[in-house]
Each structure stands twice: as structure tokens, then as C-alpha cells.
């Protein structure tokens, strides 16, 4: 496995249910994120870690929970989402948090959400 | 405020025509970079071209350039000799100095034409 994985690529999943995203990088690479795609908006950034560390908690919603068990994996564990939460959600890694020095981001294929 | 905008929704090309997707930004930090991500129906976001604030020379990466205008704060990127495969969505984001946030504008869809 090279550059970003995530898994599932497709979830549907009611207001009721508890399901988890996974995802891996295999860049060793510092810094994770998780992203919010929704259509026609601009991405939204929801979480930063630095060395498995939260950096940022951009005022998302406690029914979004994120966990870094180590530099290579991140989750976000979700619960009695909302159908507006559907979306596609994009992991991605850098080399390190501090982006203006020119380490991209590089994303996973992301997991397209749907909550019924 | 920091702001990205991509004022094409969509856009059409010929195969092997070369074509502009703008990109305007706003922001105060005089250290800045400006990065542009390819898009496919698959989902991935595909890093294509970076720019700093700094460089004075615009920056190219094989049939990618990004014109870089600092005085008009626009950082337009140029595909040239477009293939069917650059059919996607194309975003521009912003990174500040001392942060770690992207701020993407909302795409451009672009299709290329046989």
C-alpha cells in the first residue's frame, strides 16, 4: 500500500447506528487531517493531530469523534449522525503542520457518507 | 479575512488546447502558499503545483504553470495541451504562514472535449 488509504470508500448508515472511517498513511508523514466535502461548499477542515496530538477542533459537532492511536492512522468515529452530515469525508497527511513551507497535503479517496 | 475564489463553476477545453482556471485570494500575511488539487470522479484529491509568496519565478510542474500575480492577488493555473484525462474537478487553496489551515475555494469543473 502506497500514499493514503481510507476505508470504507461507501457508508450508509442511519441516525441510530455507530460506524467508524479508518484511515492510513503510509508516507511517514506527522500531521493528519479529516475533511468534510460537501457538495457545492468549499472543504471544511474538522480536525487536525500533530504526532497524534490535536492541534484543531474546528467547532465540529461531538457526534464527529476523531482518534490518532499513532502517526499512521486516524479515525473518526461517528453516532446518531444527521442526514445533513452526508458528504464525502477526506483524510490527508503532510510532512509536518506548518503548510505555507510548501508540504502539500496529500488525500485519501475519501469516504462518500450517506445517513438515512 | 482569508479568502480563495474560483469564479468558474465550469469549463469546457478541446483536447490538446491549453486552458486558465482562475483563482483570486485574499489575505494580510505577507507569507502565504498557494497550492492547486486535482479532483477526479474517484474522489481523491491529487496535489498538482505549489507557489510561494516569495518565489519569484512562477512555478511549473511538466504541463502545469501557475501564474502567479501578486499584485492582483490572483494565482491562476494554465494546463497545457489538455488531455481527456484532466477532466476533473480543480480547486486552489491558501496556507498561511504559522498555520496549518488549507482555505479551498469551491472548484472548477473542468471537461475536456475529443
Known amino acids: 500500500e502506497t500514499g493514503v488509504t481510507q476505508t470504507p470508500r461507501h457508508l450508509v448508515m442511519g441516525m441510530t447506528n455507530k460506524k467508524s472511517l479508518k484511515c492510513e498513511q503510509h508516507l511517514g508523514h506527522n500531521a493528519m487531517y479529516w475533511y468534510k466535502q460537501s457538495a457545492k461548499k468549499p472543504l471544511e477542515l474538522m480536525f487536525v493531530?500533530?504526532?497524534?496530538?490535536?492541534?484543531e477542533n474546528n467547532s465540529v459537532p461531538s457526534r464527529f469523534s476523531p482518534e490518532c492511536p499513532n502517526s499512521s492512522h486516524l479515525f473518526l468515529h461517528l453516532h446518531t449522525l444527521q442526514p445533513e452530515d452526508s458528504a464525502l469525508y477526506l483524510c490527508?497527511?503532510?510532512?509536518?503542520?506548518?503548510?505555507?513551507?510548501?508540504?502539500?497535503?496529500?488525500f485519501g479517496p475519501g469516504t462518500r457518507l450517506t445517513v438515512t | 479575512a482569508q479568502k480563495i475564489t474560483q469564479t468558474q463553476p465550469g469549463m469546457f477545453v478541446q483536447e490538446k488546447e491549453a486552458v486558465t482556471l482562475d483563482c483570486t485570494y485574499d489575505t494580510s500575511d505577507p507569507s502565504y502558499g498557494l497550492f492547486w488539487y486535482k479532483q477526479p470522479s474517484s474522489g481523491e484529491m491529487i496535489f498538482l503545483i505549489y507557489q510561494g509568496s516569495y518565489d519569484q519565478q512562477n512555478a511549473t510542474e511538466g504541463r502545469y504553470s501557475l501564474n502567479f500575480q501578486k499584485a492582483r492577488k490572483s494565482a491562476n493555473l494554465v494546463i497545457s495541451a489538455s488531455q481527456l484525462g484532466d477532466s476533473a474537478m480543480y480547486f486552489c487553496?491558501?496556507?498561511?504562514?504559522?498555520?496549518?489551515?488549507?482555505?479551498f475555494g469551491t472548484g472548477t469543473r473542468l471537461k475536456v472535449l475529443a
Open positions: 490527508a497527511s503532510s510532512q509536518e503542520i506548518e503548510l505555507a513551507d510548501s508540504y502539500e497535503q496529500y
Open positions: 493531530y500533530s504526532l497524534e496530538e490535536r492541534v
Open positions: 487553496a491558501m496556507s498561511t504562514s504559522g498555520t496549518y489551515k488549507y482555505i
